[in-house]
């Protein structure tokens, strides 16, 4: 499922009880309460390791598991999922479920979300010489980026980072320059989208 190899998949999945996070880590009550309230069910599904899909564990990365993640609407808190990828020492591809559809999730330095899709059309490429290569490929699959030889993965995050927030205010003083009605401010404005594409364009 997922275009995950079947090897990896556990004869029986690793159900993980919400009272079971409760007793094993420090949360207060607000978290508690916002995991109960988006979240039904946690399951660890598939575990990748050198004996399960006879790839060459990485310098860093040993093995890694899947972990199917049933929330109760679309409407959840990141913070959710981010508690729970922290709260968990290992490196986890959270497959997010609802209804019929699902969308893949994982934590790198920041929270990366791929889009809703039909469970049956959401695939993932597992790709690379060894665990480390393919864990960054999943994670720059569910990042949208573009792995670049010259630089880190956590570099190219970053500089995703700086284009999405440029991006924003760009597209947020554009508003203020459409609404704007006197010509100055709208000119002056205008001269502030330009400087902040500038800087878009050398990054």
């Not at 630089?151 to 554009?174: A, D, F, V, Y």
């Amino acid at each position: 499922m997922f275009g995950l190899p079947k090897s990896t998949e556990l004869v029986k999945p690793q159900q993980i009880p919400k009272t079971a996070l409760f007793a094993t880590y420090q949360m207060n009550a607000a978290e508690k309460a916002r995991i109960n309230r988006d979240i039904s069910k946690i399951a660890i599904t598939n575990e990748f390791s050198k004996a399960k899909i006879n790839i060459e564990e990485g310098l860093e990365v040993k093995n890694f598991f899947v972990m199917n993640v049933a929330i109760k609407s679309k409407d959840f808190s990141d913070a959710t999922i981010v508690k729970i990828a922290k709260l968990i020492p290992q490196k986890i591809l959270m497959v997010l479920s609802f209804d019929d559809e699902v969308k893949f999730a994982v934590y790198h330095t920041k929270l990366l979300q791929t889009d809703w899709k039909k469970r049956e059309k959401c695939r993932i490429e597992i790709k690379g010489m060894n665990l480390d290569a393919v864990w960054e490929n999943i994670v720059a699959q569910i990042g949208a980026i573009k792995v670049q030889a010259d630089s880190s993965l956590e570099e190219q995050l970053e500089l995703k980072e700086k284009r999405e927030k440029l991006c924003n205010e760009i597209s947020k003083l554009e508003k203020q320059a459409r609404n704007e009605k006197q010509p100055n401010k709208k000119f002056n404005l205008v001269k502030e989208i330009n400087k902040i594409k500038e800087q878009l364009d050398n990054i």
